[in-house]
């Protein structure tokens, strides 16, 4: 069972999600219309709530969670992910704000309150520090994570693209779950 009610809350998924069998999804998350959570991620909304937007992909391995709010924290901090964005593989996303259109590289971190605008790539491996704002329309890497350069139109056009190819996989994979 990888949608798991925690504390009376269960997840709500949009029309056609897809959820890999291996993926645990659980408490106070809202998964947007045609998005798709690939095998071994763990998107846990136990201490506050996660909002992920449509179209969106959540590669494997990828660990989503929030920052509960206590006494060092009074308000702690949801995490938001917005549409037609990518997580890559093994990303960790802790109580952070991600707009739409993002990419985020292959085992990226972003830590708790950081915000990232729209439009923009964050490189594999890239850590972005908490409290910290990516402005949209860069590349961002390293750790911790530094503006490169101007994202360029074609680098622009194709987050669309990946996402829109991840929601044609993700049909694919809801299709053969469903014949079995």
């Not at 708790?112 to 490189?123: F, K, Q, R």
């Not at 911790?144 to 622009?156: G, I, N, S």
Request: charged share 20%; aromatic share 6%.
């Amino acid at each position: 069972m990888n949608i798991r009610t925690f504390k009376g809350t269960t997840p709500t998924l949009g029309a056609r999600v897809f959820v890999d069998p291996s993926a645990v999804v659980l408490g106070d998350v809202v998964i947007g219309d045609d998005t798709s959570v690939w095998p071994l991620t763990v998107i846990r909304g136990d201490m506050h709530r996660i909002r992920i937007g449509h179209s969106t992909s959540i590669q494997d391995g990828s660990v989503l969670h929030i920052t509960h709010a206590g006494p060092f924290n009074p308000d702690g901090f949801p995490l938001t992910i917005g549409n037609h964005v990518t997580v890559g593989h093994q990303a960790m996303l802790h109580g952070c704000t991600i707009g739409d259109r993002v990419l985020v590289g292959m085992g990226a971190m972003i830590m708790d309150g950081a915000v990232v605008e729209s439009d923009v790539v964050i490189g594999a491996g890239s850590l972005v520090p908490p409290g910290k704002t990516l402005e949209s329309g860069y590349l961002y890497v390293g750790r911790p994570a530094k503006q490169v350069r101007k994202l360029t139109d074609k680098e622009m056009d194709y987050f669309t693209y990946t996402t829109g190819n991840y929601v044609k996989l993700k049909d694919q994979h809801r299709e053969e779950s469903w014949a079995d």
